[in-house]
């Protein structure tokens, strides 16, 4: 059974970092291509950025730059270093494989 589970949502001040973890089980993340979306409130989902099979990354223009996905084939886990974070950046965030997500870490971003 394919399980994701993020942690390490929060609350930031702006221009703040957080990493944002999602520990995959029931399949190897090394061999998936992993994306993480948000949701804000009010909006739709948001694709952020993905990590392919070869490891090779990709970015939205709204967090390219200040965003960083990477994995640790050990710890079959995907994280997402956020820095520089806006007040926009506020939402729901999720790690997918395919059309499953987990249940979300919350990240706010607020003085």
């Known amino acids: 059974e394919v399980q994701l589970v993020e942690s390490g949502g929060g609350l930031v001040q702006p221009g703040g970092p957080l990493r944002l973890s999602c520990a995959a089980s029931g399949f190897t993340v090394s061999d998936s291509y992993m994306r993480w979306l948000r949701q804000a409130p009010g909006k739709g989902l948001e694709w952020l950025s993905g990590?392919?099979?070869?490891?090779?990354?990709q970015y939205a223009d709204s967090v390219k730059g200040r965003f960083t996905i990477s994995r640790d084939n050990a710890k079959n886990t995907v994280y997402l270093q956020l820095n520089s974070l806006k007040t926009d950046d506020t939402a729901m965030y999720y790690c997918?494989?395919?059309?499953?997500r987990g249940q979300g870490t919350q990240v706010t971003v607020s003085s």
């Open positions: 990590i392919l099979r070869d490891g090779s990354t």
């Open positions: 997918a494989k395919g059309s499953q």
